[in-house]
């Protein structure tokens, strides 16, 4: 908290337009004495303090620039939050003083552990780090008291081994990594850790089962924009985004021969057919929509599900891959125009028999 006294005596001295000398005259008190109360080198007692208030007509809290926080659990956090990200120079002070305060409190304990990680990674200063690693495992029994749905026990322990990689203690970063993997939440780290130490294969293998994981999500994601982005009229950014798709599609190819990316790939022609139609470009359109047909009947005649057979997946069992986009290259089209509701390219399809 910010010490306003010094300030305030200067600020209300001008404003009656008293000097230091004239101001030391009427405290009994020397001018060197006034001086170094506006430098903020001394600090008048309390009883002068009080006289100085009734003298410049204002209340003790104006003078002294004290000023009532609301120190509710909630907001308290809140403040602790915004301090942290800002590198707030008072924040880790505040922290220690919230801690004395609320010491058996899950929001004050989690958000001072979170302030100590982020002044311990930007100041490369090891002491916080280890001061924030003993706050999160401290929070950890008070979870109960937890009411933001982002937080849980798994984030934590994610924090924990993250602080315990940053002090060079990888082995157990790594065990508290793959001890609480719940839905792979990890790979990505556990697969840099192994890398690291040399153990290549088994590093690939969570490595490939993340690539698995975001080919999955990927889909959903491009067709959540391209539903933005034609809903906005955005038809540049729409066609942007399938193109990429696509592209990024036959990346991971090993060969000609189908694979589960060919039944991906009928859904953004289609998709893309869409776009061109709405350009205004109508044989595009139907270019896009022939493309996707024999792609389907290519990858219908031969299907392949395993993500095992994808580029850069290298795992030891076969994964099938499932959606909710229909089993065929087929059935993946007529879900992306049920999709995009395109009642003209619909019309286009069904002329292509």
């Known amino acids: 908290m910010k010490n306003e006294l010094p300030a305030n005596i200067r600020a209300f001295r001008k404003e009656r337009g008293l000097t230091q000398e004239q101001l030391a005259e009427v405290f009994g008190v020397t ?18 303090i009080l ?9 003790l809290d104006v003078l002294i620039g004290f000023e009532a926080r609301d120190n509710r659990i909630s907001v308290l956090a809140e403040r602790l939050r915004k301090m942290s990200y ?9 922290a220690e003083k919230a801690l004395k305060k609320y010491p058996h409190n899950f929001s004050i304990v989690f958000e001072c552990a979170l302030a100590y990680a ?8 090891k002491k916080y780090l280890r001061r924030a690693l003993d706050l999160f495992t401290q929070s950890i029994p008070l979870i109960s008291q937890n009411t933001d749905p982002d937080i849980d026990e798994t984030v934590i322990y994610g924090q924990i081994g993250i602080l315990h990689q940053a002090m060079g203690d990888v082995d157990r970063a790594l065990e508290i990594y793959k001890k609480h993997n719940a839905g792979g939440l990890f790979d990505i780290k ?27 999500d ?32 036959a990346f991971y190819r090993k060969s000609d021969k189908p694979n589960i990316m060919d039944k991906y790939d009928c859904i953004y022609l289609t998709a893309l057919a869409s776009v061109e139609h709405k350009l205004g470009h109508k044989k ?50 007529g879900f992306a125009l049920r999709f995009l509701k395109d009642k003209e390219l619909e019309k286009i399809w069904e002329s292509m028999g």
């Open 218 to 249: 990927r889909i959903n994601v491009v067709m959540g924009k391209i539903q933005c982005y034609i809903k906005q009229n955005d038809l540049k950014e729409a066609k942007a985004v399938i193109e990429t798709a696509i592209a990024e599609d």
């Open 118 to 125: 982020v002044y311990g990674f930007n100041q490369g200063t």
């Open 51 to 59: 006289e100085m208030a009734d003298f410049f007509d204002t209340s």
């Open 86 to 94: 800002s590198m707030d120079p008072d924040c880790i002070s505040e």
């Open 190 to 216: 556990i697969g840099q850790i192994l890398a690291s130490k040399g153990d290549y294969k088994e590093a690939d293998e969570y490595l490939s089962r993340v690539l698995v994981k975001q080919l999955g």
């Open 31 to 48: 001018v060197g004495a006034v001086h170094k109360w506006e430098a903020g080198l001394s600090t008048p007692d309390i009883s002068l």
């Open 284 to 333: 595009k359109a139907t270019e896009c929509l022939k493309k996707a047909k024999e792609t389907a009947d290519r990858f219908d005649a031969d299907p392949d599900y395993d993500a095992k057979n994808l580029r850069f997946i290298n795992i030891k069992d076969s994964l099938v891959l499932h959606d909710s986009m229909g089993k065929t290259g087929m059935d993946a089209i």
